[in-house]
């Protein structure tokens, strides 16, 4: 596959990377120097793209994705902190006919933990427990609470809409980052761990993803491509 990637930091070259191994085309990556507001994605750089991976900016990347559903070209962003965008951009996707597939984690981990965060604050919310969330990422993340963060804690309300599930961020050193929701009753504490040792899981998913959104049209998640329609 030809793979186009908007993104020069360390998580393109962890994607760049991985597609290499997968044996995909890498035939260009796109930074920030050649692609202010999205001026590097044009239909001359991204002919015979299949698909785009991008990771970038919460404040480049509703430009980054704009451009590539404009084009046609499906596109799979991982770049989180720009949610208010996302409906805007869904349904021009829609309109287009165009793919776009948004998650803020591409950890078949982390999406385990969010099926499995869902169904225990179901089954606890009667039963006297309070919850919370804490997440850690190294010192140089640009949002917080992460977007991970917040997903667990909408799926979380989802099933127990009773609780808030506060978070709390940490930003320290290099740490990857972690994810925990804790549950804790009278007598006992229940708590959902994930930890990454490497941002190549990152770049592992997208770039499965990538695979699977080349040919599709419409707007998915990255449980789309693990599990079929989410619940």
């Known amino acids: 596959m030809r793979l186009g990637l908007i993104g020069a930091g360390r998580m393109g070259a962890a994607v760049r990377a991985e597609a290499l191994i997968r044996g995909h085309e890498v035939p260009f990556t796109l930074g920030s120097v050649d692609n202010r507001h999205g001026n590097g994605i044009n239909a001359e750089r991204f002919a015979g793209v299949e698909a785009a991976v991008e990771f970038t900016r919460p404040d480049a990347a509703a430009a980054n994705v704009e451009r590539l559903l404009t084009l046609g070209i499906p596109v799979v962003t991982g770049t ?12 021009l996707a829609r309109d287009r006919g165009a793919a776009l597939l948004h998650s ?23 039963d006297g427990f309070d919850a919370a969330i804490v997440e850690r990422h190294h010192r140089t993340k640009v949002d917080a609470p992460s977007g991970t963060a917040l997903a667990i804690q909408r799926a979380a309300r989802d099933a127990d809409p009773g609780h808030a599930f506060p978070i709390t961020s940490i930003r ?25 040792r490497d941002r190549a899981v990152f770049a592992a998913g997208a770039v499965r993803a990538a695979e699977w959104i080349a040919g599709r049209q419409g707007v998915f998640t990255f449980e789309d491509v693990l599990f079929g329609e989410a619940p």
């Open 104 to 126: 803020a984690n591409f950890s078949v981990g982390v999406q385990l933990l969010l099926r499995a965060a869902r169904e225990i604050a179901r089954w606890t919310r009667d």
């Open 80 to 91: 989180t902190g720009w949610l208010q965008d996302l409906p805007r951009l869904e349904q």
């Open 172 to 196: 320290q050193g290099h740490d990857p980052g972690g994810h925990a929701v804790r549950w804790d009753a009278r007598h006992e504490t229940l708590t959902l761990t994930h930890e990454v």
